[in-house]
Nanobody, 126 residues
Framework: QVQLVESGGGSVQAGGSLRLSCAVS????????MGWFRQGRRKERESVAF???????SYTDSVSGRFTISHDDDGNTLYLEMKSLKQEDTATYYC????????????????????WGRGTQVTVSS
């Protein structure tokens, strides 16, 4: 089955940087979207960044300019590079991949994500 395993989480001071990785296995890459989501305490899970099979990326406004999503050429590892971290970035971060056909675009919609990692904790201290 498809497996996604996050790593790289930890504690960092505000203004610092952190790089998250997501090891992906058992996934057939064709037309897809992969992404990072996060869930802070007392908050709903929200999207953070997406990258699709065309290489297009998108970011939620709160992280735009600070976070960068990417993946290896073979698609086996997804990354989220985070810089200028803020306390409000504190959350459990999840990587995910779509489980539906993504023909004609519009793939990066939450309802299309069927494969999820278990999360990695990021804590930003002041």
């Amino acid at each position: 089955q498809v497996q996604l395993v996050e790593s790289g989480g930890g504690s960092v001071q505000a203004g610092g940087s952190l790089r998250l990785s997501c090891a992906v296995s058992g996934y057939s890459y064709s037309s897809f979207c992969m992404g990072w989501f996060r869930q802070g305490r007392r908050k709903e899970r929200e999207s953070v960044a997406f990258i699709d099979s065309d290489g297009s990326t998108s970011y939620t406004d709160s992280v735009s300019g600070r976070f960068t999503i990417s993946h290896d050429d073979d698609g086996n590892t997804l990354y989220l590079e985070m810089k200028s971290l803020k306390q409000e970035d504190t959350a459990t971060y999840y990587c995910a991949a779509t489980a539906t056909a993504c023909i004609g675009g519009g793939c990066c919609q939450r309802r299309n994500f069927g494969y999820w990692g278990r999360g990695t904790q990021v804590t930003v201290s002041s």
